[in-house]
């Protein structure tokens, strides 16, 4: 009897503690979806706007990379303001300029102006994830953490997956210019709904006192003294003294890379190295993204699973990742099977793993000094952000120099591999760094 009482007791006290943390991730959710629609666009509008402007494979990895230049030079800047302006700020101000950036490329009529325009959405975009990191941060207890940031996660594979056919359509029926007039718009819209909307936990009138204590009893940074962190270059010194960013880092970079590969020559590989028709490449574009949303949901339940069962932290939180990284690597094994359906199998398999890698994020609240989880989310997406940069151009040059995907698809997995043993290896025991020079 006194069992049932006190399940009755805790279930009623959950009922209470409310829910405001999960209405401002699906504030997150929002603004994820429309930040990878608009920089993935150009790998859906790139067939096309190669043959109108006649552009050549090397030329257009140039083009693909040209929205990590910026995006990765303005992580730590970027995630510096953060720590010291605070989220709802910095969001809004990123997710009106980049939307403007990604209209403007509805009209742009040259490779150099498409170039210029991605390097503005890079630079406007750098704030998002180490933002979303600062956020579930804030509001989510470490038990909920995991959960959190693969739904925000799988909001990236929401717009990609299940949008991908409507977005093909619209290039057949419009042209590629209203792709980016659709998603610029879109983007504008959410700017104005999140800058109305979000608070971080300590500003917030609607998060109850019980819902406060919950995140801050789990270890959630409710407090004002989360933002207002001065940056110092000392600090990003120090950091790169320690084994666990340098793991992290490797290993960020080698998950980013098999994303860059779908996130940009994946539709010119079907329709080109596969031969498939438009419509045929929008339907099976469409699968890897799909595979992708269940594996970042599948990451964080794992993750947060392992953890209530009494699983130590670092093996909760690695696991996942890699998982991940290991069976990321298959995509190698495309170039060994002629079935159309059995390369889109072995493409979904390894997206869904590529997804389960993507739940690296919820290793930065473990690790990050208080105060500096904006600085750390920075370079942790710079180094992802670097692949963004080599990954197209070392692409490009192999599709240009051997007329095949073959050499890519190997290079992509090869990298997968490399990523996994950082994971293993480098990263270590996951403890909070202390920074001498900020104490």
Known sequence: MSDITTTGASAAGASRIGGTRFFMLGLVCLAVLVNYLDRAII???????RSEMHIDAAMMGFVFSAFSWSYFAAQIPL?????????RIIYFLALAFWS?????????????????????????????FPANSNIVG????RKER?????????????????LTPGLFWLLQSFGWPSLFIVTGIAGLIIAAIWIAKYRDPHESKSVSQAELQHIAAGGGLTGKGVSGQKFKWADVAELFRHRQIWGLLIGQ??????????LTWFPTYLATARHMGWIKVGFFASLPYIAGFFGILFAGWLSDKLLHRGVSLGVARKLPVIMGLLGASTIIACNYVKSDNMVIAILSFAFFCQAMSSSGWSVLSEISPLGKLGLVGGLFNAAANLSGIVIPIVIGFI?????????????????????????????????????????
């Open 43 to 49: 790998g859906i509008a790139a067939p096309s706007i």
């Open 79 to 87: 995630g510096a303001m953060l720590d010291r302006f605070g989220n």
């Open 100 to 128: 403007l950036f990604t209209l403007g490329q509805a009209f742009a009529s040259s490779v150099g102006g498409f170039i210029g325009l991605r390097v503005g959405l890079g630079l406007a975009e750098a704030p998002c």
């Open 138 to 141: 804030m509001w989510f207890p």
């Open 146 to 162: 995991a959960r959190a940031i693969g739904i925000y996660t799988a909001a990236e594979y929401v717009g990609l997956g299940f």
């Open 253 to 262: 970079f080698s998950v980013y890379s098999t994303f860059i590969f779908f």
């Open 399 to 439: 599709v240009q120099d051997t007329g095949s995907f073959v050499g890519a698809l190997i290079f992509v997995g090869g990298v997968a591999l490399v990523g996994a043993l950082s994971w293993i290896f480098g990263i270590g025991e996951l403890k909070p760094i202390t920074l001498r020079h900020s104490a």
